[in-house]
């Protein structure tokens, strides 16, 4: 392992958000963030360095949040980023994309990926008052200032997180009450979550293997089942198979994560039966190739395992703590058993393995 580079490096650039999404495991109605005054940055020098002492593996880079546009130096940091010849994606509730268009052009990220969950009233339903608007009009004027400037970049990608408020107008949305034109690719998550059950298999398996007592991060996705259970699995179904016939009709690339393959397995993973979808993988590859730095400095190897830092790159440099004992301490965990929190993510889903050629051997 010594001498890898991590393939995969995402930066929390702050934990500051301008809206209250209420699905959200952050600042949504029970989010980890609300509990406490969480609104730090990244400090600006560091991420300089993380990025000047990995380039040279030539990673993908993200931003993430809180939201990223609050952050004020992100547009130095795209620059630095595309100048040393790696790609940077990262994802933004779209509300500062028309007040940051001109800077998001200059700087040129390969993609920026806006939440959208569906028409005016269920978007913003989930989202806040006026915020569809917002978004709409952004990506208008992103997209004008491109044409007239010659401009490819950034390109424009759309998720939708599929919840129980917007589960019947998935389709409806994208081929009625939405200009695909617009954008570039389009991404459909199914909304992550934790049962309480499993939260408390992770906190006891957490102080078990590497004495840390409690997640506060991983509160933020606990859900009951029971507020799944009026989702039309099989409608669901439907509708992704008429969304993936009328994308390819467009040529809009379209992405499902997880990839779950009928109302069977849908049904599972809105029963907490991960284990029995289709796409269920044993182990992940992500402690192997992916690191991520929050906005505290804590350095970890996914975005749903904040709870279990590695070092912190205000005291430690980043690879010293990548090349260290208590990441291959995780790395061995993993490779035994997943944790609880891995079945939610969507990374793990992603199969970064076969993007990058990676092999445990």
């Known amino acids: ?75 130095e940091l795209i620059k630095q980023i595309r100048n040393s010849g790696c790609n940077i994606d990262f994802p933004t509730n779209g ?83 939405f200009n695909v034109d617009q954008i570039d690719f389009i991404n459909i998550e199914f909304q992550r979550y934790l049962t309480i059950q499993e939260y408390n298999n992770y906190v006891a398996r957490l102080k078990t293997d590497f004495n840390i007592c409690e997640a506060v991060s991983a509160k933020g996705y606990i859900q009951k089942i029971d507020d799944f259970a009026k989702i039309d699995f099989q409608d ?8 993936k016939k ?17 109302a069977e397995d849908i049904q599972k993973y809105f029963s907490a039966k991960w284990d029995e979808t289709s796409v269920w993988k044993k182990t992940c590859v992500l402690p192997w190739v992916h690191v991520e730095i929050s ?6 190897t996914c975005p749903t395992i904040y709870d279990m830092p590695l070092g912190n790159v205000y005291e430690s440099n980043i690879l010293d703590i990548w090349y260290g004992e208590r990441i291959k301490n995780i790395r061995k965990s993993v490779k035994k058993n997943l944790f609880p929190v891995c079945y939610i993510c969507c990374r793990h889903y992603q199969e970064p393995m076969k993007q990058i050629g990676f092999s445990y051997e």
């Open 295 to 300: 906005a505290n400095g804590d350095v970890t």
């Open 95 to 177: 509300t500062l994309v028309e007040k940051y268009k001109k800077e998001l052009i200059e700087s040129g990220p390969n993609c920026i990926w806006i939440s959208v969950d569906g028409a005016r009233e269920i978007n913003d339903q989930q989202r806040g008052t006026g915020v569809f608007n917002k978004v709409i009009k952004g990506i208008q004027s992103l997209n004008d200032l491109k044409t007239s400037l010659n401009k490819n970049f950034p390109k424009i990608g759309i998720t939708y997180i599929i919840t129980k408020h917007n589960h019947k107008h998935i389709a409806n949305f994208f081929i009625n009450e």
């Open 236 to 243: 669901v179904e439907d509708q992704l198979t008429v969304l």
């Open 1 to 75: 392992m010594k001498g890898l580079l991590p393939k995969w490096i995402v930066f929390q650039l702050t934990k500051r958000c301008n809206l209250k999404c209420k699905m959200c495991y952050e600042w949504g109605q029970h989010g980890s963030y609300t509990k406490e005054d969480r609104k730090s940055d990244l400090d600006f020098k560091v991420i300089e360095k993380i990025i000047d002492s990995t380039s040279k593996g030539n990673p993908k880079y993200e931003f993430f949040g809180g939201e990223p546009l609050l952050y004020p130096g992100i547009f």
């Open 246 to 262: 009328f994308c390819k009709s467009k040529n809009v690339p379209l992405n499902i994560t997880p990839g779950l393959k009928n």
